[in-house]
Structure formats: structure tokens, C-alpha cells
């Protein structure tokens, strides 16, 4: 998929200022009030393959999506997880391949524990692994998108009451997730994928 004239370059840079909340005098008392930071941990290497990716984004499209930044990249995973959420749970397993709350709990659970362990995994040779090089990102997001998720965590910790994670958490979680999945290969499919998120998906 390569998009590369200066009509979509304009276009994708109006929506990607869109995405992270930025102002103008018009609205900067009102949107200002609307606005929370999230902060986003994940290990040093995650934010800088996170960059590379995003470098080879722009080789792809001839530099039309040369103002995304990971903050942009977190952003558009949050919201799938919005859309999944609210369009593609389902009460009960009324097929194979339906996902049910407690699904999601459960792979939340899973990814939780594999990307943020509570104690030092063991090498190979029966040490302690190198201890994670963390850090954080401030990640600006509209209040009412953060109570969506908000929202769901309570409903999901009062159905499953041994379940806890705070927004953060699960924001984190989402971002790692994804850059996992660059580690694993299939760079060109998620490039497609998240282009065509970016333009599907409504930030406001």
C-alpha cells in the first residue's frame, strides 16, 4: 500500500494532530478541560523498535505519514481496543470464535504476566536475567476515550472480582502486545493493517 502525493500527506498530518488532542486558541479553554495524560511503560528497546517501525512507515509511503510519532501508535491501538469492546464482545461462546469478557480478562491476565512478570526471570544457565531497562511516555488522550476504558475495567473487575488493572496497565499492555508482535515478523502485514486502521478509525 503506498501513499505518497501531497494532498493525503496534508490529510494524514490534519488527523494525526487531531488524534493527540493539539489546540488552537478557538478551544484551548474548553478541549483543555477534556484532556489526560496517560503514562505508557514499556522497556527502552520497545519504544525504539516502536521508531523504526514507524521510520519504515514513511519508506512505505513515500514520507505521507512523516509527522506519526509512537504517541500516534498508541494511540490508534487504544482505540482498536475501544472498537473491540464495544462492537465485538459477546455475552456467551455462540460460536468458536466468538470473544466473551472473560476472554479478554484472561488474555489481559496472560500478556499482563509474560510483559510486566512480578519477579526476575532465570536465565539459561540459572541466574537472574538482566534486569529490563523500563521507561515511560507521557501519552496525551481525550478524558472521555480513557473513561471508556475506564468503564470496562470496572465492569470486568466486577464480574471477575480477582481481576484489578488501572488504565495505565492496560494501555501499556496494548502497546507492548504490538511491538511483540514486530519482534515475531510480518512487518508489511501490520503496516497495512495500521494504515488501514488510521483511516477507519474516528479519534474525536
Known amino acids: 500500500m503506498l501513499i505518497g502525493n501531497s494532498r493525503n500527506s496534508h490529510s494524514v498530518a490534519e488527523k494525526l494532530r487531531g488524534i493527540t488532542g493539539s489546540l488552537t486558541w478557538s478551544d484551548l479553554f474548553t478541549r483543555s478541560k477534556r484532556l489526560i495524560r496517560i503514562q505508557v511503560r514499556a522497556e527502552e528497546i520497545d519504544f525504539s523498535r516502536a521508531e523504526v517501525f514507524i521510520g519504515d512507515i514513511n519508506k512505505k509511503t513515500k514520507g505521507t505519514f512523516s509527522e506519526l510519532t509512537v504517541e500516534h501508535l498508541v494511540h490508534i491501538l487504544y482505540a482498536d481496543f475501544l472498537i473491540h469492546i464495544r462492537e465485538q464482545l459477546n455475552e456467551s461462546k455462540v460460536t468458536a470464535d466468538a470473544i466473551t469478557l472473560e476472554d479478554t480478562v484472561q488474555s489481559l491476565r496472560m500478556k499482563r504476566a509474560a510483559y510486566f512478570p512480578r519477579s526476575r526471570k532465570k536465565?539459561?544457565?540459572?541466574?537472574?536475567?538482566?534486569?529490563?531497562?523500563?521507561?515511560?511516555?507521557?501519552?496525551?488522550?481525550?478524558?472521555?476515550?480513557?473513561?471508556?476504558g475506564e468503564v470496562f475495567l470496572y465492569d470486568a473487575q466486577t464480574v471477575f472480582p480477582e481481576f484489578s488493572m488501572e488504565?495505565?496497565?492496560?494501555?501499556?499492555?496494548?502497546?507492548?502486545?504490538?511491538?511483540a508482535q514486530l519482534r515475531?515478523?510480518?512487518?508489511?502485514?501490520?503496516?497495512?493493517?495500521?494504515?488501514?486502521?488510521f483511516f477507519s478509525h474516528d479519534f474525536e
Open 167 to 179: 488504565i495505565s496497565e492496560l494501555i501499556s499492555i496494548l502497546f507492548v502486545d504490538f511491538v
Open 184 to 197: 515475531r515478523g510480518n512487518q508489511q502485514k501490520l503496516i497495512n493493517a495500521l494504515i488501514d486502521r
Open 123 to 148: 536465565d539459561p544457565t540459572g541466574g537472574l536475567a538482566t534486569p529490563k531497562r523500563w521507561a515511560l511516555l507521557d501519552v496525551q488522550f481525550l478524558r472521555e476515550n480513557i473513561q471508556r
